[in-house]
């Protein structure tokens, strides 16, 4: 487990650790059965190419899963997550690797909590941005 | 392609209706099943719900009326999540469940016409607490 992050370390521009995870179609079953969206493009690759997809491709809630973990990763024990948001922008393809990324875009002081508000997007490996969307977090205070 | 309407009637008189309660409880094991799927090893999510949870406490009555509607256009996609927490989801909660339409957006894509369908959702506690607010998009095209 990294060190708690506290609100004075952090500034606009400061970098979330990335996180990169490698979805398999298992994965993704395992996912359908967790979640309950057992639509066909997640695991039957003929249904998928008959519905004009590439192949089978990773749930829009399981990249954003994947960005949540990133998030809280970083923000340890100590931090909290108020609000998360994703737009599918792009499709990941299983057996493909999944960059997370986040960015701390501004940092303020909201009813007497320690805010931040942090960019974040999935990249596929050839750079693409598949989701991008952003997320209010509260840090503890070294004070 | 048909002259039959993107945004049917149908579709129309679902706008504003609330769905649900749909109550769902919050067991260990759904819990444990869920965070494996997403694959988060963090030990806090034996206890609480991990940030994606929510997208496990489907308003299915909502969402098999909005893909099922009649509509001349056949493939779905997800297109964005929106997740506000008020209150942690616990082990042992017991979560009720409403949604609703709120919106609906016919545009001209790529693919030709694509209806953008949006909708909120309310997760209550048993404390009578709104835990989560969520919204999401979903793309026919």
Not at chain 1, 78 to 87: C, D, P, R, T, V
Request: hydrophobic share 35%.
């Amino acid at each position: 487990m990294a060190e708690q992050v506290y609100y004075e370390d952090i500034e606009a521009g400061s970098e979330i650790p990335a996180l990169v995870k490698y979805p398999t179609t298992m994965q993704l079953v395992k996912y359908a059965g967790a979640s309950g969206d057992y639509y066909q493009i997640h695991y039957d690759k003929d249904f998928a190419v008959a519905n004009g997809l590439p192949g089978v491709i990773v749930h829009g809630w399981l990249t954003l899963s994947f960005l949540g973990q990133m998030l809280t990763d970083w923000l340890g024990e100590g931090g909290a997550l108020l609000k998360l948001s994703g737009s599918y922008r792009g499709m990941n393809k299983v057996h493909e690797d999944i960059i997370c990324n986040g960015k701390v875009t501004k940092k303020y002081v909201e009813e007497g909590k320690n805010c931040a508000r942090v960019e974040i997007w999935a990249e596929n490996p050839q750079g693409d941005k598949t989701v991008t969307g952003a997320a209010v977090v509260t840090l503890p205070s070294r004070g | 392609m048909t002259d039959e309407p993107v945004i049917s009637e149908e579709l129309q008189g679902l706008l504003n209706v609330e769905f649900g309660p749909e109550i769902y409880e919050v067991e260990k094991g759904f819990l444990k099943k869920f965070t494996e799927a997403i694959d988060d090893p963090n030990p806090a999510w034996r206890q609480v719900t991990p940030p994606t949870f929510p997208a496990a406490l489907v308003p299915t009555a909502l969402l098999h009326r909005l893909f099922n509607a009649r509509t001349p256009l056949t493939r779905l996609l997800n297109g964005a999540s929106e997740l506000e927490y008020l209150q942690p989801i616990k082990v042992g909660d017991v979560i009720s469940v409403t949604s609703r339409l709120t919106r609906l957006r016919q545009m001209e894509g790529k693919e030709g016409p694509t209806l953008f369908m949006f909708t909120e959702v309310t997760c209550t506690n048993q404390r009578g607490d709104v835990a989560v607010k969520g919204k999401n998009t979903y793309v026919k095209y």
